[in-house]
């Protein structure tokens, strides 16, 4: 890309910025990938059916119902979406807050996650949402200050300015805009700062949005400690995504990648390390709730033994295995392992959204196939435009230009 | 407006913060704990009255103008556990408890209309009212349709009109308000129920009424269901078989849902204000040491 840049001087902004430097027809013909081929195809049916949601509502589009009201794109989309888009934020606390340099390469892929993450949490709730073009309605119209809901509105949408903020920078070194680098850099600390105590309070605020379910969540799920369980299970499922993400990236995008394959490892061994003693305190917390809550004869039951291969298929086997993989040195098992734990993520946010919910009321809910179809074309369109942005912006890699130095 | 600010403050008094903004001179300097608005209305359902001859239900329908083309004469709706739809705000469910010595039991269930709704807890666009009447009202003007009261809800009753794409809204008992806010109005059911099974009255003096009945009667159950579940219902149930049986979840307890929030909505502010300055405090630190080992270089970013 940066070759193309530098030998043709006097191409088109467009093209030198937007197309990586190719015409047209050279753009177009490396368009066609089986990649892009496959994921196309779910597009071209996928879009229709995310137009259909909003032209015939949610009653044609999705089996959700009086008695199972929320489904799969709060529970996925949004509770899961967003527990895993953390990693901006503990990477941000890491190197600027706690003065970590090593992990700063992690920094802005994490940044970028996080930001599209988020972003797509929201789109994903849209189509949730009865009346979405009333989004606004809390903040503008009616407030309903006493909801935790309104507090996680709140914070997402201050977390979202917070990651745009943070992530432009990235875009101003893409198209050259040095002035605007400089102004933003200038906030940099105050947004790191801002954005980690956001997330703390919408992921927590999330879980505090089922303390007013005591008789509707299974009693080995509820527990008044679900905030922290929140909290404490999105540090781990941030971290483990990073790593899987960074796996990726080293295959997908290996030519931007400039970090060797020893300091990958290091980093890799160093983030399992913290995702090990986070997975602790979740597992202690888990353990707590059921002791305070005397629910001990309840795990030799049908919920129980569903609540055990959670919390021991999930949570304990990956913090043994990340310790054996420290032990051993090995980046690989560290790599293998973040992909039980942010499946275990997933597996607790569908428990506490919608399997463990309602769970004695006589209706069961399964996702119609047109909700699991949007949710595939919003991954997806994110796939897309992680990847659009990655081939321009500078996010695996550091700019070439010593003016965009962060002095943190 | 000035009744919901009211309510929501007097709620927060509840969560132990003083009531010195509530408005009542006398509770000022009380910590005060909201036990619901005095002289509330309410409903006292005697389970063993009802014959299940569904009246109330058409007299709903006709109040509400909800046309779910059911025959209220038609008995074979009692095959099946009902539950409110977005066009029933009542309905009468049939039981065949155990301790009823083969004897059908008839419940008319709607929303319990709580002196602390979890919905109004629930909604973040105030959606919801307690009325100084006792109603729980929805205001579909604001709502966004999350559905998040639904699932609130511990008695399963808001339901939604999942078939409107343009205009969903939230659908429940409305308590019939426009008609019990005027003088000597009372809901359409009541109105029509041949047997007494229904009664409209002061929520205090109903207590006393279903008291006198169940010391009169010793087949009742000592229980009336709603004047402690989730903090008190403006709708109260008593009945000669055990609640149990008759569909009523009977492990709610007797705090009222919106508390279990407080305690929450009060430690994300103390986290916004403390938080910042720790995080200001430990990077300062970070600086000062990196600062001493690279002297320049770690200048003013």
């Not at chain 1, 597996?347 to 506490?352: K, S």
Request: charged content about 15%.
């Amino acid at each position: 890309m940066s070759q193309a840049a530098i030998t043709s001087q006097d191409m088109s902004w467009f093209r030198k910025n937007i197309l990586l430097g190719m015409s047209n027809a050279e753009y177009f013909r490396k368009l066609i990938s089986p990649f892009n081929v496959i994921t196309g195809l779910i597009l071209a049916v996928g879009i229709p059916t995310a137009i259909w949601r909003f032209a015939a509502g949610l009653g044609a589009t999705t089996n959700l119902s009086n008695t199972n009201p929320w489904g799969l794109w709060l529970g996925f989309d949004m509770f899961f979406g967003v527990a895993i888009a953390t990693g901006g934020f503990s990477v941000g606390v890491a190197v600027y807050i706690l003065g970590n340099k090593d992990y700063k390469p992690l920094l802005r892929p994490a940044l970028l996650t996080g930001f599209l993450g988020y972003a797509f949490a929201i789109i994903g709730l849209l189509f949730d949402l009865g009346r979405p073009w009333r989004l606004p309605y809390p903040f503008l119209v009616s407030a309903g200050m006493s909801s935790v809901l309104f507090l996680v509105a709140e914070h997402l949408a201050l977390y979202l300015t917070a990651m745009t903020l943070e992530i432009l920078p990235a875009f101003a070194e893409w198209l050259g805009l040095k002035k605007a680098w400089r102004f933003l850099m200038k906030g940099h600390m105050v947004f790191i700062i801002l954005g980690s105590v956001l997330v703390m309070g919408h992921q927590s605020a999330l879980g505090a949005m089922y303390l007013l379910m005591p008789s509707r969540l299974h009693p080995l799920w509820y527990t008044p400690l679900i905030p922290y369980h929140f909290l404490v299970s999105c540090i781990a499922g941030g971290l483990a995504m990073l790593i899987i993400e960074s796996m990726i990236s080293h295959k997908v995008f290996g030519h931007q990648v400039k970090m060797s394959h020893e300091q990958d490892d290091r980093l890799t061994l160093g983030l399992g390390k913290a995702v090990a003693f986070t997975l602790i305190t979740y597992l202690a917390l888990k353990v707590l709730s059921v002791a305070h809550g005397m629910h001990w004869e309840l795990l030799n039951t049908g919920w129980g033994y569903w609540f055990m291969f959670e919390v021991l298929g999930f949570v304990l086997l990956p913090t043994i295995l990340y310790f054996v993989a420290i032990r051993r040195g090995s980046a690989k098992l560290v790599r293998y392992t973040s992909i039980i734990t942010v499946l275990g993520i997933m597996l607790n946010r569908f428990n506490v959204s919608m399997v463990c919910l309602n769970w004695d009321a006589p209706e069961v809910y399964i996702p119609k196939w047109s909700e699991i179809l949007v949710t595939i074309t919003l991954i997806t369109v994110l796939m897309w435009v992680f990847r659009w942005v990655i081939n321009r912006a500078p996010i695996l890699y550091k700019h070439p230009d010593p003016f965009y130095a962060d002095e943190h | 407006m000035n009744s919901s600010r009211r309510g929501f403050l007097k709620m927060l008094a509840g969560a132990g913060v003083g009531a010195a903004a509530a408005g009542k001179a006398g509770d000022a300097l009380a910590v005060e704990d909201f036990t619901g608005w005095p002289d509330t209305y309410g409903v006292l359902v005697d389970v063993s009255k009802c014959i299940g001859c569904r009246s109330c239900e058409g007299a709903c329908n006709d109040v509400n103008n909800l046309k779910n083309g059911v025959d209220p004469t038609d008995q074979s709706v009692f095959e099946t556990e009902r539950r409110s739809d977005y066009n029933v705000y009542t309905f009468v469910n049939r039981y065949m408890p155990e301790a009823g010595g083969g004897q059908p039991v008839f419940v008319k269930r709607q929303c319990m209309h709580c002196a602390e709704p979890a919905c109004f807890a629930a909604c973040l666009c105030k959606a919801f009212t307690k009325t100084p009447e006792g109603a729980v009202v929805y205001d579909a003007d604001v709502c966004i349709g999350c559905r998040y009261c639904m699932q609130a809800c511990p008695f399963y009753i808001p339901a939604y009109t999942y078939q409107s794409a343009f205009d969903p809204k939230v659908t429940k008992c409305t308590f019939c308000f426009d008609r019990i806010s005027k003088d000597g109005g009372i809901p359409g059911c009541v109105e029509i129920c041949p047997t007494g099974a229904l009664t409209f009255g002061r929520r205090e003096e109903l207590i006393t009424i279903a008291r006198k009945r169940i010391f009169a009667d010793s087949d009742y159950i000592d229980h009336i269901y709603g004047e402690r579940e989730v903090g008190g219902t403006s709708w109260m149930y008593i009945s000669k078989v055990p609640f149990e049986q008759l569909g009523f979840k009977t492990n709610l307890g007797s705090t009222p849902i919106p508390r279990l929030t407080y305690g929450f909505l009060w430690t994300l502010p103390i986290l916004h204000i403390t938080l910042p300055v720790l995080l200001a405090g430990i990077y300062s630190i970070t600086r000062k040491r990196e600062g001493g080992a690279h002297g320049a270089d770690g200048g003013e970013g």
